[in-house]
Each structure stands twice: as structure tokens, then as C-alpha cells.
């Protein structure tokens, strides 16, 4: 039994529900000369269901047949692991698992990807992908070893590239590539998606309550089709009523929000960095951490709107730490304290 967001994923770019003008697009480039692409928007919005249908129009069905490697890579300090999905025609890598070593990655697996020719006769067309997640956290190093790739084996090869945002991007590699934005699908949109899903499952969902889950899940696709999921296994029937529950980890976010402002102490930079390490002990990203801790004590109204000024002015600057620096609970907690010590210089 899979999860809706598996289930319901749609697998060709005619079945996709958002943004059918962008699949128009996209459906037109794969009839024509393929370039290499940047797909890029907020997490959630369908970047990934979107390349998989993009290589399903490329390839046909043979893209949906996949498999799982752990590839090897020897440095003079360590030996690296990576994981590697691919089929007949496409490979797809998260080089940024191997955090600063991503170069060795680009240098060896894509250059051995690129020179082999593509080796089914039958193939429609002559190259293969390369899917690259996550290609905003890949270095600047690994980006120009990229660059020259992308340069050298245009014929054997095509990258698609998927991220959050095209701001870390190196300006050689965006102008190689025909940049697609993927953008939040409305509230209507996600409502409809959820109101097939529940005629599907013979569930009654009316239009309001679907509305609403839509817009608690910030328009985010995969949260508002997992957060029904959740209701309705919980209660078969659901009236308007029904209380939308919060996804566990964002609780433990409210919690710290709450405590933060209520006592800014010594005591209470503890007991959120307990909090922290549980976050992040579940894979939460330690950058989203610090931007829904940000959030959560920018919207709260016990705040004085001049520190939130300050919080938010140190968010972007812890922000921009975490990302040069490691051990994100040191940056993390700098700035908890100095959204304390904010909120304290209103106070008296
Ligand atoms: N066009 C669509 N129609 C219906 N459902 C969709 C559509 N696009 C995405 N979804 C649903 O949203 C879920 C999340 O989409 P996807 O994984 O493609 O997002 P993403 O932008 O790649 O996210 P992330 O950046 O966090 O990896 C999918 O599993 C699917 O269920």
C-alpha cells in the first residue's frame, strides 16, 4: 500500500494538474532539441513529479524502470558512498551527500556517464540525462568541474538540474541552461487535487474544508495531500468542523516559539537546544529550522514589531553562517539568544 502523494502522482506531463501551461512548454522541448535545464521552485511544488514525466515523454515507459546502486569513490582521506538511481537512460544523484567531495563525484561519474554512448539502439533519443537534486548545496568547485562537462558532452548528454533557488547557481552553468520556475500551485488547484483524491477513495470532502488544508499547508502540495491522508484515517467522515492536525515536527517548532517568548533565560536556551537535536535527529534541515523559528517569532503578536525587526535582520545573518560553517546547533543557538535578547531590550 503506498501514500497518496505516491499513488496519486501523476506520471505524464498531460496528467499534470498544475501549471498545465508550463507542461505545455515542457511537452515542446521534449519534441524538439532537448537543452539542459534548471528547474527550480519551492520545496513541494512538483519539480520532481515534473522531470519524471519530462523523461517519461523522452524515453517512454523503459525511464520509469529503475534501480538503486551505491557507487564508491576513493579520496587520499576517505572512501565516499553515494546513491545512484537510474534506468536505461537516465542516472539521478544528490552529490551534495557527499557535502564538500561533490567535485570528485562530477569529475569521474559524469564523465564516465558522458562518454559512453547510449547504448540501446531503440532509445528515442541519442543522449542520456543526468538528474542533479539538491544543485543549489553543490560548491562552487563541483560547478565548474559541471560547467566544462556540460560544455564537452553536449551530444552524449543532458542535465537536468533541480533546486530551490538559482541564487548559488554560477552564472556560466544558468546560461547553459533554460531555467523553468515550478511555482506553488494555488489554493483552488490543490483543493481540486484533493477533492479527486476523495471521490477516488470514497471520501466526503467539501469544497471549504478542502480549501482549508490547502491554505494551513502553505500551498504546498505534498503537505496538503499528506495532511488529508492523516484526517482520513483518523475519521472516515469529515465535517468543516474537524481540527487539521500539524505535522509533529512543526509542533516541536510552536514549542520552541513559545518558549522562547515566554522566558528569555539561560534555562530556556537548553531546553530548546534539546529541541533542536531532536529536530534534526528526525532529518529536519537545520536552515529550515532556523527559518520557521524565524517565522514563527515574526508572526507572533506578543512581539514588539521592533524586535521582531531585529530578529528577522539576524535570521539572515545566522542564516547565511549555517551555510559557510559547520555545526549548525552553534548557529542555530546564537540565534535564539539573539532573538531573546531582542525581545528583552523591548520589554523594559
Ligand atoms: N501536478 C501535480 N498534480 C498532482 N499532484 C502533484 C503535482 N505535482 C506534485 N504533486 C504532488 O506533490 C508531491 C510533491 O511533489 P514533488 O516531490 O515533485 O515536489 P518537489 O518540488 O520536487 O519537492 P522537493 O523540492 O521538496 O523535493 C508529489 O508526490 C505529488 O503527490
Known sequence: MSLWIDKYRPTTLENLTFNQGLSRKLKNLTDSDFPHLLIFGPSGAGK??????????????????????????????????????????????????????????????????????????????????????EADEITRDAQAALRRTMEKYMSNLRIILCCNSTSRIIEPIRSRCMLIRVPLPSIDEISTTLQHIASNEEIHLSKSLADKISLQSQRNPRKAILTFEVMASQKKKLNDNVEIPKVDWEQVI????????????????????????????????????????????????????????????SATHYDHRLRTGRHSIFHIEAFVSSAMSAILSTKY
Open 48 to 133: 520532481k513529479t515534473r522531470i519524471l514525466c519530462i523523461l517519461k515523454e523522452l524515453f517512454g515507459d523503459g525511464a520509469e524502470k529503475i534501480k538503486i546502486d551505491q557507487r564508491s569513490f576513493e579520496t587520499q582521506r576517505k572512501k565516499l558512498d553515494i546513491n545512484i538511481i537510474s534506468s536505461k537512460y537516465h542516472i539521478e544523484l544528490t552529490p551534495s551527500d557527499v557535502g564538500t567531495y561533490d567535485k570528485i563525484v562530477f569529475q569521474e561519474l559524469l564523465t564516465e556517464i558522458a562518454q559512453t554512448q547510449q547504448i540501446d539502439a531503440d532509445a528515442k533519443q541519442r543522449f542520456k540525462v543526468v538528474v542533479i537534486n
Open 254 to 313: 510552536d514549542d520552541i516559539v513559545g518558549k522562547i517568548v515566554k522566558t528569555q533565560a539561560a534555562e530556556t536556551l537548553s531546553t530548546v537546544r534539546q529541541k533542536i537535536y531532536e529536530l534534526q535527529s528526525h532529518c529536519i534541515p537545520p536552515s529550515l529550522i532556523l527559518k520557521k523559528i524565524a517565522l514563527g517569532l515574526f508572526t507572533n503578536e506578543d512581539i514588539h514589531s521592533k524586535a521582531k525587526f531585529d530578529i528577522i535582520n
